[in-house]
């Protein structure tokens, strides 16, 4: 892992670029005491590292005492696409202009990105706590497909806060049952591009004992900032 640059921010927080062979991500840390919990952090389906409501949360969580982390895992952000994703995001769109159904077609692009996502992100949880200063425990805040496929694979990760806000696979909503860490999931009751009850269908299937739903009315933008506060609470009783 390379860091290529660093600035202290006005809230104390000291955020870091850095890569991991082709990976490009941002660290950030608090002024705190060492060993620092870990939270990896991913906006919903590929969105980029840089995107404003990540950052705002990563830098509240990171002033609240935690190392936060996100990456542009492959066909994230500014990385290289496919010529299949640019056809997929393509056809993605037209069927949402026609009102045509698009469940197969996010099928066809959400399924291969997530297979393609979770080595990288597990590649760089490695090199995270390998870092002096981070010594984890290890949640995770957001993509919730992603979310859960890191959730199965790594006992590292012990709790994670996901959001109901994007397409989830078949293979991932099989995968939840498996999924036995605490969990928050923060789902918009008006969300104009995801179904409320396949959200509930989701929130019910989780294998884990203790789960907790947040609903909030308004659409797929409109969490309320409240609920960052929350999550950092949620993340307090299970990584410090």
């Known amino acids: 892992m390379d860091f290529i640059s660093e600035q202290r921010l006005d809230d104390g927080v000291l955020a870091r670029e850095f890569t991991l062979g082709e990976i490009p991500g941002t660290?950030?840390?608090p002024e705190s005491a060492v060993p620092l919990p870990l939270i990896l952090m991913a906006h919903n389906n590929g969105l980029p590292k840089r995107?404003?409501?990540?950052?705002?949360?990563?830098?509240?969580?990171?002033?609240?005492?935690?190392?936060?982390?996100?990456?542009?895992?492959?066909?994230?952000?500014d990385r290289p696409r496919s010529a299949a994703d640019e056809q997929a995001r393509a056809d993605i769109r037209?069927?949402?202009?026609?009102?045509?159904?698009?469940?197969?077609?996010?099928?066809?692009?959400?399924?291969?990105?997530?297979?393609?996502a979770a080595p990288e992100w597990l590649t760089t949880l490695d090199a995270l706590l390998s870092l002096p200063?981070?010594?984890?425990?290890?949640?995770?805040?957001?993509?919730?497909?992603?979310?859960?496929?890191?959730?199965?694979?790594?006992?590292?990760?012990?709790?994670?806060?996901?959001?109901?806000?994007g397409y989830v696979p078949r293979a991932q909503r099989e995968?939840?049952?498996q999924v036995?860490?605490?969990?928050?999931?923060?789902?918009?009751?008006?969300?104009?591009?995801n179904p409320r009850q396949r959200a509930l269908d989701l929130f019910d299937a989780f294998g884990t004992e203790e789960k907790t739903l947040h609903a909030n009315t308004g659409g797929h933008t409109g969490t309320p900032w409240f609920e960052v506060e929350d999550g950092d609470r949620f993340?307090?009783?299970h990584l410090k």
């Open 175 to 177: 995968e939840a049952r």
């Open 94 to 116: 037209r069927a949402m202009q026609a009102g045509e159904p698009v469940d197969e077609i996010f099928e066809s692009f959400i399924g291969p990105l997530v297979e393609k």
């Open 133 to 165: 200063g981070i010594g984890g425990p290890v949640g995770y805040s957001g993509w919730m497909a992603l979310g859960i496929r890191l959730a199965v694979a790594d006992p590292r990760i012990v709790a994670a806060g996901f959001f109901a806000g």
């Open 51 to 77: 995107e404003p409501r990540l950052v705002a949360r990563a830098r509240h969580s990171a002033a609240h005492g935690y190392a936060v982390a996100t990456i542009d895992a492959a066909g994230c952000g």
């Open 27 to 29: 660290l950030w840390t």
């Open 235 to 237: 993340f307090g009783r």
């Open 180 to 193: 036995t860490v605490p969990l928050l999931l923060l789902l918009q009751w008006d969300d104009e591009g």
